[in-house]
């Protein structure tokens, strides 16, 4: 009798905080996914780095016994300052020396990449005046770069998304979440042909490094707006048409990013994410309920007075001409 209770009021508990518990499991998960990503990135790349430093290592040692008239100390300050030129897009190589990262189109792409904050970091300001601006343009342009985006997707998303599933809904009469389900997916893979496999076919051909692999690992990186900037096309030596390039990429990634967002927000309508999701948000008190209620049906209650005030001066509107009688008239009457 006593564990029936106990195990009633334990149910009764969870159900009542039923979306703190949801949302402790998720922070859980969420943390376990850190954890494990770390663990699995640490046991794979480890090893390579571990090599690298050796061979680097080795390096450094044949060269100052091959020149003995260098000293260690001078080679690392060579070195150094190498390394803090390549951090800002300037490399010492001469395959890599025609290359200028400040032209218009290679603007035109860094200042696409930061709206997008996507944010490579192969190219970054050199002057405290192009940073200042940097940090200026940045706060317009995000947010003004969100509101475009929004007011792209939300009108896409009427033409791509919404009318073809209540067409196939209305019209065939298949069941609307079947039908959301089937076009999510649809899109899905229509978006991935798109802009992903085809892309990146096409990266590892223009660009003489890449592979198929990397270059769907640059659309990726690039698309999601992670952005390592361990692969960045059109920074080869002597590439073709790299200002016509430039802006096609630049181009690619806008409307990548478009896409993604119109497919994201596809899937977010669909009903069982919907539900899904109320899983782990906090329930509106009853009061709140209530005050949204009242507040709805008074806005309710004046829109529908201000409509029958309109209906009514239409009316005296569209009525003809009628001659007004004065009281003096009526009482003229009157005495006659």
Known sequence: ??????????????????????????????????????VVFSSVELPYEDLLRQELGKLKQRFLEEHACLSE???????????????????????????????????????????????????????????????????????????????????????????????????????????????????????????????????????????????FYFCFISLSTIGLGDYVPGEGYNQKFRELYKIGITCYLLLGLIAMLVVLETFCELHELKKFRKLFYVKKDKEEDQVNIMEHDQLSFSSISDQAASMKDDQKADEPFVTSHSPTSNDSSLNN
């Not at 904050?117 to 601006?133: E, N, R």
């Open 1 to 38: 009798m006593l564990q029936s209770l106990a195990g009633s009021s334990c149910v009764r508990l969870v159900e009542q905080h039923r979306s703190a518990w949801c949302f402790a499991l998720l922070v859980l998960g969420y943390l376990l996914y850190l954890v494990f990503g770390a």
């Open 73 to 215: 100390q001078q080679l690392e300050q060579f070195l150094l300052r190498v390394l803090e030129a390549s951090n800002y897009g300037v490399s010492v190589l001469s395959n890599a020396s025609g290359n200028w990262n400040w032209d218009f189109t290679s603007s035109l792409f860094f200042a696409s990449t930061v709206l997008s904050t996507t944010g490579y970091g192969h190219t970054v300001p050199l002057s405290d005046g192009g940073k200042a601006f940097c940090i200026i343009y940045s706060v317009i342009g995000i947010p003004f770069t969100l509101l475009f985006l929004t007011a792209v997707v939300q009108r896409i998303i009427v033409y791509v998304t919404r009318r073809p599933v209540l067409y196939f809904h209305i019209r065939w009469g298949f069941s609307k979440q079947i039908v959301a389900i089937i076009h999510a997916i649809v899109l899905g893979f229509i978006t991935v042909s798109c802009f992903f496999l085809i892309p990146a076919a096409i990266f590892s051909v223009l660009e003489d490094d890449w592979n198929f692999l990397e270059s």
